[in-house]
C-alpha cells in the first residue's frame, strides 16, 4: 500500500473503506447478543486495523514496535475465532483474516523491511514474506471476493433477509450492509498482501 506518493489513493481507498466497515461493525454491536455480537465485534476490530495498517508512510510512520502490536493484537483475535471456530464456520473466516494480519505484521516488522512495510521485497525471490503462504491468501481471499461479491447480485439473498414491505429497517439490521463491509475487507485484504 506505500509506494510514490502519486500511487497512495489505493491505500487511502483502503483506509476509508475499512475504517467505515469498522465503525459499522461497532454499531452492529448495539443491540446484539452473544454471538452476533462477538462477531460483529472481532470484525470491528479487523476493520479499523486494517485502517490503521493501511495508512500511508507518508502520514503516518509508525514506530518499529507498532507491528508487535498489530501482531498481539491480532493474534488474540486469531486465539479467540479458532476457539469460537467450533460454534459456527464464520468464524474460520476470521480465523484465516486474523492470521493473515499477524503474518503482515511480522512481515513489516523484519529487517530491511524499511520504515512502514515490507513493500520493499526482502524476500528470496524479491517478494515480502513466504511466497507460498502469501499465494495462498491471495487465493483464499480471490474465492472470497468472489462469492461474497456473488452473494450480493440481486435474487440471491433469502427471501427472509429482505424486508417486505415500507417498513423501514435500521441500517445495521441490513444483512446486505454486513456483506457488503466484509466483501470490502476482504478487498482490502487482497489489495495489502498483493503489496506484500
Same mark, same amino acid.
Do not use: N
Given at each position: ?47 479499523? *486495523? ?38 459456527? *464456520? ?7 483474516? /486474523? /492470521? ?5 505484521? !511480522? ?6 523491511? *524499511? ?7 526482502? *524476500? ?23 462469492? /461474497? ?30 456483506? !457488503?463491509?466484509?466483501? /470490502? ?12
Amino acid at each position: 500500500m506505500h509506494g510514490p506518493a502519486w500511487s497512495a489513493w489505493p491505500a487511502w481507498l483502503s483506509v476509508v473503506l475499512c475504517g467505515a466497515s469498522g465503525v459499522y461493525c461497532l454499531l452492529r454491536t448495539r443491540g446484539r447478543a452473544g454471538q452476533e455480537r462477538r462477531a460483529a465485534g472481532g470484525e470491528a476490530v479487523m476493520g479499523l *486495523g486494517m485502517a490503521a495498517m493501511a495508512l500511508p508512510a507518508a502520514v503516518l510512520t509508525p514506530p518499529a514496535w507498532s507491528w508487535a502490536v498489530y501482531a498481539g493484537v491480532f493474534g488474540t483475535a486469531a486465539l479467540r475465532s479458532l476457539v469460537a471456530a467450533r460454534r459456527g *464456520g464464520h468464524h474460520l473466516h476470521h480465523l484465516v483474516g /486474523s /492470521s493473515a494480519m499477524v503474518y503482515m505484521a !511480522v512481515v513489516m516488522a523484519a529487517p530491511g523491511a *524499511g520504515a512502514h512495510g515490507g513493500h520493499g521485497g526482502h *524476500g528470496a525471490d524479491g517478494t515480502g514474506g513466504v511466497p507460498v503462504l502469501t499465494g495462498l491468501l491471495l487465493a483464499y481471499y480471490t474465492g472470497y471476493v468472489l462469492w /461474497s461479491g456473488a452473494r450480493l447480485v440481486p435474487g440471491t439473498l433469502p427471501a427472509a433477509a429482505v424486508p417486505a414491505g415500507p417498513t423501514p429497517v435500521a441500517a445495521d439490521a441490513r444483512p446486505e450492509f454486513t456483506r !457488503v463491509c466484509r466483501l /470490502s475487507m476482504a478487498l482490502a485484504m487482497l489489495a495489502m498482501l498483493l503489496t506484500l
